[in-house]
T-cell receptor
Framework: GAVVSQHPSRVICKSGTSVKIECRSL??????MFWYRQFPKKSLMLMAT?????????EQGVEKDKFLINHASLTLSTLTVTSAHPEDSSFYIC???????????????FGQGTRLTVV | SQQGEEDPQALSIQEGENATMNCSYK?????LQWYRQNSGRGLVHLIL?????REKHSGRLRVTLDTSKKSSSLLITASRAADTASYFC???????????FGSGTRLSIRP
């Protein structure tokens, strides 16, 4: 199957700093990527849909200025957690869909996730 | 947002037994998918069933879909210790490419 690489896998940062998480599709071009957040022992909550070359679409309740998403190329989407606080500590996972499958959706390919700890 | 509720939230069975997990959702879907997640790791796609399908098999996995009841079930037969993980259903829509995850079932297989 297609490979999605997420980096870093773990990051610890100080409160007030910003952290950038990268999501790359390694062997295909992804016009659409998705960012999820997962709290311990909870499900994945969709944060936003990242569209190459245009603005991301955020889910209700997700702060756009807090979680900046940039999808500048067909193989890379980044999520920047700005002015991070301890409550932003979480597991963040990205996924990408194969191009041309949006209307006959097959499966999403997920990165391995990034565990963010804000101290 | 979260579409599906899964039942049970946690399940512990003996190795070799069958495990059944259920997922209910609220709105009409294009497809339903099941994923597995080992602790603190990414997700592994298990199986996808489309809205016009009723049952699908893949190895030891059997998935059913009842669109009239807006529910699906995942059956893992002859469970193994390596099946210990969290299992999530996820619903997909024809109107948008995003998928929405259910609440998940934590499955533990006792040796």
């Amino acid at each position: 199957g297609a490979v999605v690489s997420q980096h870093p896998s773990r990051v610890i940062c100080k409160s007030g700093t910003s952290v950038k998480i990268e999501c790359r599709s390694l062997d295909f071009q992804a016009t659409t990527m998705f960012w999820y957040r997962q709290f311990p022992k909870k499900s994945l909550m969709l944060m936003a849909t990242s569209n190459e070359g245009s603005k991301a679409t955020y889910e209700q309740g997700v702060e756009k200025d807090k979680f900046l998403i940039n999808h500048a190329s067909l193989t890379l989407s980044t999520l920047t957690v700005t002015s991070a606080h301890p409550e932003d500590s979480s597991f963040y996972i990205c996924s990408a869909e194969l191009p041309g499958t949006a209307k006959s959706f097959t499966e999403a390919f997920f990165g391995q996730g990034t565990r963010l700890t804000v101290v | 947002s979260q579409q599906g509720e899964e039942d049970p939230q946690a399940l512990s069975i003996q190795e070799g037994e069958n495990a059944t997990m259920n997922c209910s959702y609220k709105t009409s879907i294009n497809n339903l998918q099941w994923y597995r997640q080992n602790s603190g790791r990414g997700l592994v796609h298990l199986i996808l069933i489309r809205s016009n399908e009723r049952e699908k098999h893949s190895g030891r996995l059997r998935v059913t879909l009842d669109t009239s009841k807006k529910s699906s079930s995942l059956l893992i037969t002859a469970s193994r210790a390596a099946d210990t993980a969290s299992y999530f259903c996820a619903t997909g829509y024809s109107s948008a490419s995003k998928i929405i995850f259910g609440s998940g079932t934590r499955l533990s297989i006792r040796p």
